[in-house]
T-cell receptor, first 110, second 114 residues
Framework: DAKTTQPTSMDCAEGRAANLPCNHS???????VYWYRQIHSQGPQYIIH???NNETNEMASLIITEDRKSSTLILPHATLRDTAVYYC???????????FGKGTHLIIQP | GAVVSQHPSWVICKSGTSVKIECRSL??????MFWYRQFPKQSLMLMAT?????????EQGVEKDKFLINHASLTLSTLTVTSAHPEDSSFYIC??????????FGPGTRLTVL
């Protein structure tokens, strides 16, 4: 699976949009971009994934650049409960386990 | 949908005893289940992959005789930590996958070995 690079930490004001970047410059054509988050002492929670097109669900939006070398996860109206470590993972279609990097620690400020 | 449960959520045991952790997919059939562990202030590390009815595949450095995995049905996988020692104290998390790529995670089990 391609390596991903994320900022170590980010702050965002409550009620504002949180934009979390991820670089995956070596991603291959069959690898999806997945986002999970882990709130302290809980199992990771699936957020969203995409291949080429931008995706939106009830939790977030995923914007993937045309060359697929980077992506941005957008939480449109961040709340305090969105404080967590966010992981961006490139995952092939037939892949097995996930390789977690250090992720981005997003802190939502009141 | 896509709910995965784990039991117990936490366990404390004495050194030398064995501990079994259950992972269940509640609303889907999991063809593949995964076991991860997470030490304090670290990311999750994959321990093993199990397919229903097959032997588990362990990651390098994970002792298969110490961490016994059974995936006897499409909704249940168990991880048994045999002869547990304090260094096995960790947060153990399972995930399950149906036919696609997306994995759904359980809430985790915190193991403390005294």
């Amino acid at each position: 699976d391609a390596k991903t690079t994320q900022p170590t930490s980010m702050d965002c004001a409550e009620g504002r949009a949180a934009n979390l970047p991820c670089n995956h410059s070596t991603i291959s054509g069959n690898e999806y971009v997945y986002w999970y988050r882990q709130i302290h002492s809980q199992g990771p929670q699936y957020i969203i994934h995409g291949l080429k097109n931008n995706e939106t669900n009830e939790m977030a939006s995923l914007i993937i650049t045309e060359d697929r070398k980077s992506s941005t996860l957008i939480l449109p109206h961040a709340t305090l409960r969105d404080t967590a470590v966010y992981y961006c993972i490139a995952l092939g279609g037939g892949a097995d386990g996930l390789t977690f990097g250090k992720g981005t620690h997003l802190i939502i400020q009141p | 949908g896509a709910v995965v449960s784990q039991h117990p959520s936490w366990v404390i045991c004495k050194s030398g005893t064995s501990v079994k952790i259950e992972c269940r997919s509640l609303d889907f059939q999991a063809t593949t289940m995964f076991w991860y562990r997470q030490f304090p202030k670290q990311s999750l590390m994959l321990m093993a992959t199990s397919n229903e009815g097959s032997k588990a595949t362990y990651e390098q450095g994970v002792e298969k005789d110490k961490f016994l995995i059974n995936h006897a049905s499409l909704t249940l996988s168990t991880l048994t930590v045999t002869s547990a020692h304090p260094e096995d104290s960790s947060f153990y998390i399972c995930s399950a996958r149906e036919w696609g790529v997306t994995q759904y995670f359980g809430p985790g089990t915190r193991l403390t070995v005294l």
